[in-house]
Nanobody
Framework: QVELVESGGGSVQTGGSLRLSCVASGYDDDDCMGWFRQAPGKEREGVAALYVGGVTTFYASSVTERSTISLDKAKNTLYLEMNSLSPEDTGMYYC??????????????????WGQGTQVTVSS
């Protein structure tokens, strides 16, 4: 059983930065772990992901130049750092652990384990 607890959301002004954290337990090296977000009235979309057992990271094209995903295995914590935030980044951000491909593009499957989410609001 994988458990995920996110934190770090809040209100940020345009151009600001944030770091989201996800404390995880029960995952293993075969898992992908990543961040997804959902804005009001929109489909859930992938933001960034990594393969726990490797070093490859994956990013959505909308965030790739201004985001970093990382996993601190000593702390069992997944991070997402984002810079140059805009109102388009507003949404509920979810941490997820799953198996299969770590790609974050395309339709998001509901498979795997999800955290409860942390809200990010970017104001102009």
């Amino acid at each position: 059983q994988v458990e995920l607890v996110e934190s770090g959301g809040g209100s940020v002004q345009t151009g600001g930065s944030l770091r989201l954290s996800c404390v995880a337990s029960g995952y293993d090296d075969d898992d992908c772990m990543g961040w997804f977000r959902q804005a009001p009235g929109k489909e859930r979309e992938g933001v960034a992901a990594l393969y726990v057992g490797g070093v490859t990271t994956f990013y959505a094209s909308s965030v790739t130049e201004r985001s970093t995903i990382s996993l601190d295995k000593a702390k069992n914590t997944l991070y997402l750092e984002m810079n140059s935030l805009s109102p388009e980044d507003t949404g509920m951000y979810y941490c997820r652990a799953w198996k299969d491909t770590c790609l974050v593009s395309g339709v998001v499957s509901s498979s795997g384990y999800w955290g409860q989410g942390t809200q990010v609001t970017v104001s102009s």
